[in-house]
């Protein structure tokens, strides 16, 4: 599990350190300057860094990101540095045992010709004198001779005073996935989950045609056997009426003798006298 370092005070305003006193604009600056992706400031011992990743004088960490805001100090407002620190397991070991408990940064005043003050690295020591005022001041009054000379990324740079700095290290557990991700997630899932809708409508779809195709194909053949059959039956019923109208026709054309009477037999003409 990551392990991070709260925001913890590594440099005040006012300090004195090689002759020079840090001005409070130079802390806002370093505060509103700092990007890791522009130049990302590492912690290191006694403001060695060595190249070697073997050395004891390797890299401890890095500073995530600093802040810088007013505090009170002996009843004294002052501008203070805060900076989250990014520790490798050493550090988190040398901190659990109580070693390089005091912290010194490095500032360059004139970082890359923008005449504004940027925080170039962050130095952890054992005790405040070997990064004291008075020693810092002694460094600067040698010159290139300075002890801290060979230490400085810039001979201009400017190291702080070291102070006392209580860092403590929390563990980042898994908070869980944040609002961006739950909703990016939310919206994948709906995706997901509409794809799988439509490719069920799709289906139902399909089944729905096939069923129509099969039905209007039966329908299609009970209407052509209709149309067959009423096309037998229309031709019956021609055949039918015209042979009723040939045999009414002949009936008409015959001689009608319901009606008629024989002709009655008389005599021969000869009275036929009674003897009353």
């Not at 009170?72 to 390089?100: H, S, V, W, Y």
């Not at 890359?112 to 020591?125: K, S």
Request: net charge negative.
């Amino acid at each position: 599990m990551a392990k991070k370092a709260k925001f913890k005070r590594v440099a005040v305003a006012g300090q004195t350190t090689d002759g020079r006193t840090i001005a409070p604009e130079w802390l806002t600056q370093a505060a509103k300057n700092y990007n890791r992706e522009k130049y990302g400031a590492r912690v290191n011992l006694e403001h060695y860094l060595s190249p070697f990743p073997d050395s004891d004088f390797r890299a401890y960490g890095d500073v995530i990101s600093v802040y810088a805001e007013e505090v009170e100090i002996d009843g004294e407002k002052k501008m203070a540095l805060f900076a989250d620190i990014d520790p490798t397991e050493d550090l988190i070991k040398l901190n659990k045992a109580r070693q390089k408990v005091y912290t010194s940064i490095e500032l360059d005043l004139d970082f890359a010709g923008t005449g504004e003050a940027y925080l170039v690295g962050l130095a952890v020591t054992n005790t405040p004198a070997s990064l004291g005022t008075e020693y810092l001041q002694f460094c600067a009054g040698a010159g290139d001779k300075s002890p801290l000379a060979a230490r400085k990324q810039k001979s201009t740079n400017l190291f702080t005073c070291a102070i006392e700095t209580e860092v403590e290290f929390t563990e980042e557990g898994d908070k869980g996935p944040g609002l961006l991700e739950r909703v990016t997630a939310l919206f994948s899932t709906h995706k997901k989950q509409s794809t799988a809708d439509l490719s069920d409508v799709h289906q139902a779809v399909e089944t729905v045609a096939k069923e129509v195709t099969s039905l209007d194909a039966d329908l299609q053949k009970k209407f052509t056997e209709q149309a067959q059959t009423i096309t037998e039956l229309t031709s019956q019923q021609e055949a039918t009426a015209k042979a009723l109208a040939d045999l009414t026709a002949k009936l008409e054309g015959q001689e009608d003798f319901s009606h008629k009477r024989d002709p009655a037999t008389g005599g021969d003409g000869t009275s036929i006298q009674t003897d009353c």
